[in-house]
Each structure stands twice: as C-alpha cells, then as structure tokens.
C-alpha cells in the first residue's frame, strides 16, 4: 500500500522519518511518496486534506481534527523548546531587558508593559496556523499586526527592516545571537510557567479515511523508525544532511536534541494531557475553533 507523507525537511523530522522511508525497518508493507515542504506549506496541504500522513503544527491541527487524527508516535513537546521573540539592536524605541512579569524598561528610562508595546510593532511570524503564532496569540492576544515569513527568512527580514521583532523556531534558535539579533523573550518559557506541562509544537496525523488498522500500522511504524534513530543516531547523518540548509552537524544535532524525545516515541499520558490543554486554553479564548472529534488514535491493533 503506498501512501503520501509530508514532513519538513528540518533535521528532527528527516531524524525521525529516515528509517522509515529507507526501509531500515520494517514498514510492514507500506510504501510512502514523500514530500518535504515548511511547516505551514504542511498546515495548508493538511487543510487541504491533500496529503494521507503529515507533520503539521498543532495550531493548524485544531482546523482539521475532523479530517485528520493524532499518531502517538513522532510528535515534538518538550520543555524549552518555544519560539523566540527577537530583534535587532539598536531599537532605540524598544525595550533594552524584560523580567519575569514582561515589564520593560525602555530607553527613556520609562517602565512599560510589553502588551503595550507589542501591538504597536510590526511581528514577523512563521506561519498563521503556526503553533508559534498560538503561542504569540496567547500571550498578547492584542498584538496583531503580523507578516508571515518563511521561517528561514524572518531573521533577514529584520535586517532589511520589513519587520519590528521576529518569531523564531527551528534552528534559528542556535544562530539569532550570532548574527548580532537579540532575544525579547521565550514563549515557550510562558507557556510552562502558565501551565506545567511541556510544549506541544507539532504532530503526526493520519486521514481519518484510512482504514483503522491502516492507521495504527502507520503509528507501530513510525514508532520503529524513532526507536531505530535513537539507537542508530548518525545512521541517517547524510539524509539529514542533505536537507539541512548548510547547517553545521553540531547544530543538526542540537536541533534534534531539542525536538526529539520520549514523546516522539509516544505521547503518553503527559503529552496528551499538555495538548488537551493547549486546545481547551485555545477555544476558551476563542483562537481556534470548536473541536468535537477525539484527538489521539484509540485502541490497538494487532501486528
């Protein structure tokens, strides 16, 4: 059976997807046509319904829940792992430190709030449907006037002056402060002070028009190929590689440390939990919408 499947083309994803699309498993007779697009190109084919597996952020899986369900296994959560607000010094009209309460103080001397002070500057975002953009809505539901921007690109773009801050994921995490860029603060870092539980970024998801023991063949699968990469780690060194974008393999590895961990194995009960609660926090303030579909796949199925 051959099915389509979207992932990006970031190190965590090809980490986690090379023993499966090269066979270093057994895939169980499934056979996969591969497409490597950014997490929203991801989002936006999944509202499609276009694609039968894919990576997508768990902001735009709250618009397509009735279309698509979560796999347990190949998720990224994980503590200190949020987007970054950043920007390029001088500012002379921004803030120079933030503390825990996000208050600044600014060059004047003047001590404003950030929820202030955001609305009033132009944020370059990775994506609408971004679990960066949730996150960023969350915290200042007033700062509204966004520009998406591959995320590759939004650090550029503050150099070039088109944008006031920027949201940054990815490996853009480990190069901002190389470039000269400076951080405003971790997101992510709100979210786990707000909540306790780790950061849902993104998911797997299955068309829910697959048969049901299509669906969980596709979860033990993916699951193999996580549990291969974490005992093989370099075995798919020069797949990552290849489609890492000149980046050196400490920060490949980096990355992958970041992003990849027990819960990309398996969800489990934490990481249920802290997605479960993301989505309620989000219908409570009305960034998503109504969801009456279950979330995660149910049951089991027999090997």
Same mark, same amino acid.
């Given at each position: 059976m051959k099915l389509t499947l979207g992932f990006s083309p970031c190190p965590n994803d090809t980490f986690i997807f090379d023993a499966l699309i090269h066979h270093k %498993?057994?895939?169980?007779?499934?056979?996969?046509?591969?497409?490597?697009? #950014?997490?929203?190109? $991801?989002?936006?084919?999944?509202?499609?319904?276009?694609?039968?597996?894919?990576?997508?952020?768990?902001?735009?899986?709250?618009?397509?829940?009735n279309q698509y369900i979560l796999l347990d296994a190949g998720s990224a959560l994980g503590f200190g792992v949020g987007p970054l607000l950043i920007y390029k010094p001088p500012f002379d009209r921004f803030v120079q430190s933030f503390d825990q309460t996000f208050t600044s103080e600014l060059g004047t001397g003047q001590v404003a709030d950030i929820k202030s002070i955001l609305p009033n500057l132009k944020i370059g975002i990775p994506g609408k449907y971004t679990t960066a953009n949730f996150l960023l809505s969350l915290a200042f539901p007033d700062a509204t006037h966004k520009e998406e921007i591959v995320f590759s690109e939004i650090e550029q773009a503050l150099f070039d002056n088109r944008i006031d801050v920027g949201l940054i994921i990815h490996e853009n995490r480990f190069t901002y402060r190389d470039k000269g860029l400076k951080k405003i603060m971790d997101l992510g870092d709100y979210w786990e002070k707000q909540t306790g539980c780790a950061i849902p970024l993104g998911g797997i998801v299955a068309n829910r028009k697959l048969p049901i023991d299509v669906q969980h063949k596709i979860n033990r699968v993916l699951r193999k190929s996580v549990e291969f990469a974490f005992a093989?780690?370099?075995?798919? $060194?020069?797949? %990552?590689?290849?489609?890492?974008?000149?980046?050196?393999?400490?920060?490949?590895?980096?990355? %992958? #440390? $970041?992003?990849?961990?027990?819960?990309?194995? #398996?969800?489990?009960?934490?990481?249920?939990?802290?997605?479960?609660?993301?989505? #309620?926090?989000?219908?409570?303030?009305?960034?998503?919408?109504?969801?009456?579909?279950?979330?995660?796949?149910?049951?089991?199925?027999?090997?």
């Open positions: %498993i057994d895939t169980e007779g499934l056979e996969f046509e591969v497409f490597y697009d #950014d997490v929203e190109t $991801l989002n936006h084919k999944a509202m499609r319904g276009e694609l039968d597996i894919t990576k997508l952020s768990y902001h735009a899986f709250a618009y397509v829940a093989n780690p370099k075995s798919g $060194l020069e797949f %990552i590689r290849s489609h890492a974008q000149e980046m050196s393999e400490e920060v490949m590895y980096k990355h %992958i #440390d $970041l992003y990849v961990n027990q819960y990309s194995v #398996d969800l489990g009960a934490e990481g249920k939990k802290a997605i479960q609660l993301m989505f #309620d926090k989000a219908q409570e303030k009305e960034i998503i919408p109504a969801i009456k579909e279950d979330l995660f796949l149910t049951g089991t199925a027999a090997n």
